[in-house]
């Protein structure tokens, strides 16, 4: 009736009060310093029918166990206003909460297993244990065996993990999202023809052929599949690699009972197929109950139960609690271990007996000694391997390819984009129309130019600072999984967007330098353009600075604004440079308004002839400028600094890209 361990080591609370854990494998007790970097080598064995634990190969069919499962949290720190009004010691000892104890289990290949549990029972905690992944915020303790071989981070190997939330990209169809998955996930061995033909064979194995050429829809822009559909893409997006081990956190969650009952009927055909499937769910319906091979109750952090649903409702029976006629099991399990608000005493009781009832039937079965001893460990030869499945252009040119469809199909945001840069330009254009040149058109240029570059920079700003915030989810659980390297992230998510940055300000100069009646020259023209779109870099490789920076795009949004008027102020034609304290003048190398304005003004100015100057101008206080190298130096610039100013914008675009991407490895590398 009852699972046995994988070995007949027990504890409970009342059985252990000062539990041992020596015989614990030593790597998997030391979980709780977290995953290996993702950057980090790993060690396989060079006969491929090994493991790095020494175990025979994995991948075909395997059973899962684990022992001793003992978890613990650390609860909150007090905040620094607590400490500080009432007197507790930063230096104090961290009070923790163990959310698992002493859980054991065993499940066999071929078998489709749901965890069942109120709120807080530690459904999502044992699964992250098994999976070996989120966990390095807490402390584990005890050991997981696949095949009856003690097993830790090579876990990830042959397994998937379904998460609850479905992080995709939205404006990819189903095919081209499984494409893009089999192109990363697959193996170098496998051909391009092979990684084709498994998408297809996917598609069908889950149902999703009717969909499979819709977009996966993002909420309020782009209509896409249904919600049933994106829960079977996501299992379809982890079984594309045909792992033997698949782990599954409540996928029934936020579906209606018909589109759940289908979804566990999808998951009971891959089990047919040999795989072992583990499922967290929440209120089944008795017909999706009844689904499950095995179910496994937790209550208080402790195991209630494990065993086939049909031996559950006569263990519960034997118990005292028998399910009434015409009742879901499922519920009746999980208002018989759940903690009643105002009876908690007898709550607690109850499910103190029902535990301790399965903990003493589990270690007479263990007695017996049926349980299977481990496997004869084999010598072996190790090298080191990187844990992507592809080559670095491999992986270029895939994620190149989706970064480049994600951005085309945002057609909506990026006709807006043009549409403002038409604007931009026909306003430029009409406020200075067609200027004098003389003082008073001195004048008119200088704003012009310079509110060019405003114009310029802060709508690519607005429109790029958004960019990491909302990707990093999906960044970050991708990366991890080992499909693609950060900096490969990073190059194709900027190299996707040149385009962009070239295309508006050729908008805005292509309209707004002839209207305002600017030299006349194709040659300077064209400099013009070259300047402004080096400007348009800058102020994007800006952006992504402030982006990858932030955790949210809220944070991203109230920093930039901040962030961006010192280096505007800082341009040329708001303040005079001549005139800033020697203390901010440094930040004048590091604002691209000063590189571009010196350049633009030495571009317009530069060698032009005589400037009139009448009697009412000289009755002014300002003096006249009679040429353009007097109205180039009357901003405080030197004509002479062209390629200066060109080499100085250059350098900032590279500095802040690798600004950028130094930000956003930092945030690849915390453990998840």
Not at 162 to 184: N, P, R, Y
Not at 442 to 455: K, R, T
Not at 529 to 538: E, H, P, S, T
Not at 637 to 654: A, E
């Amino acid at each position: 009736m009852a699972a046995r361990s994988c070995s007949p080591v027990y504890c409970s609370k009342q059985h252990r009060s000062n539990p041992d854990y020596s015989h614990i494998d030593p790597e998997i007790s030391s979980v709780d310093s977290g995953l290996s970097d993702s950057s980090d080598n790993e060690e396989i064995s060079a006969n491929p029918q090994y493991n790095s634990s020494g175990c025979k190969d994995l991948r075909e069919k395997v059973s899962i166990c684990w022992e001793n499962i003992d978890v613990f949290v650390e609860m909150s720190r007090p905040s620094l206003t607590k400490r500080l009004c009432f007197g507790h010691n930063s230096h104090e000892k961290i009070k923790r909460k163990q959310v698992l104890c002493n859980v054991n289990g065993k499940v066999e290949a071929g078998t489709l297993l749901a965890v069942m549990g109120e709120s807080g029972a530690g459904k999502s905690t044992l699964m992250n244990v098994l999976a070996h992944r989120n966990i390095s915020q807490i402390e584990v303790r005890g050991t997981v065996k696949v095949n009856n071989c003690p097993i830790g981070s090579e876990i990830t190997a042959i397994s998937a993990y379904i998460q609850q939330e479905d992080l995709m990209v939205g404006s990819l169809t189903v095919k081209e999202h499984l494409t893009f998955q089999a192109f990363l996930r697959m193996g170098k061995s496998v051909s391009d023809q092979q990684r084709v033909a498994r998408v297809n064979e996917v598609i069908h194995q889950l149902g999703l052929t009717k969909c499979a050429d819709t977009y996966i829809g993002i909420p309020g822009r782009l209509r896409g599949i249904s919600g049933g559909e994106k829960k079977r893409l996501s299992f379809a997006s982890e079984v594309i690699t045909d792992p033997p081990l698949l782990f599954a956190d409540e996928p029934t969650s936020g579906l209606d009972s018909f589109m759940a009952e289908s979804l566990v009927t999808a998951l009971q055909q891959l089990a047919a197929e040999g795989r072992t499937i583990i499922c967290t769910i929440h209120q089944p319906s008795s017909e999706v109950y009844a689904m499950f091979d095995r179910i496994l109750l937790l209550a208080e952090a402790r195991t209630a139960f494990l065993g086939s649903t049909a031996d559950a409702l006569q263990y519960f029976n034997n118990l005292g609690y028998p399910c009434p006629d015409n009742f879901n099991p499922a519920d009746h399990f999980i208002h018989t271990l759940a903690i009643v608000p105002g009876d908690e005493e007898n709550s607690h009781r109850r499910v103190q007996d029902i535990c301790n009832a399965y903990s003493e039937t589990e270690a007479r079965e263990n007695e017996t000694g049926t349980a299977g001893a481990p496997d004869s460990f084999h010598d072996h030869v190790t090298l080191p391997r990187s844990q992507y499945k592809v080559s670095w252009c491999k992986q270029f040119r895939s994620v190149l390819w989706r970064s480049w469809l994600t951005n085309n199909r945002d057609s909506l945001i990026y006709r807006v984009r043009i549409y403002q840069m038409v604007f931009i330009g026909l306003v430029t254009g009409v406020f200075f129309f067609q200027v004098e040149y003389d003082q008073s058109g001195i004048q008119n240029i200088y704003g012009a130019l310079f509110f060019m570059l405003e114009s310029l920079s802060f709508p690519l700003i607005a429109s790029v600072v958004f960019t990491f915030p909302e990707e990093c989810p999906i960044f970050l659980r991708e990366h991890h999984n080992g499909m693609y390297r950060t900096d490969v992230y990073f190059l194709t998510k900027t190299f996707a967007q040149v385009p962009q940055f070239l295309l508006a300000p050729l908008i805005l100069v292509g309209i707004s330098y002839w209207m305002i009646g600017l030299r006349p020259d194709p040659v300077r023209f064209f400099y013009a353009y070259g300047i402004c779109a080096l400007v348009a870099m800058n102020a994007a490789s800006y952006a992504y600075v402030v982006s990858a920076a932030s955790s949210t795009s809220s944070v991203a949004i109230a920093l930039v604004g901040p962030l961006t008027i010192p280096l505007m102020l800082l341009g040329g034609f708001l303040v005079d440079n001549t005139t800033i304290p020697k203390w901010l003048s440094w930040l004048q190398y590091i604002s691209w308004f000063s590189y571009s304005y010196e350049a633009l003004l030495i571009n317009q100015w530069d060698n032009y002839g005589n400037i009139t100057c009448n009697a009412s101008q000289n009755s002014t206080q300002i003096p006249c400028l009679y040429n353009g190298n007097e109205v180039i130096a009357a901003r405080g610039f030197n004509k002479d600094n062209m390629l200066n100013d060109i080499y100085g914008l250059l350098v900032l675009i590279v500095g802040f890209r690798i600004l950028a991407y130094l930000f956003l490895l930092w945030r690849s590398h915390k453990k998840p």
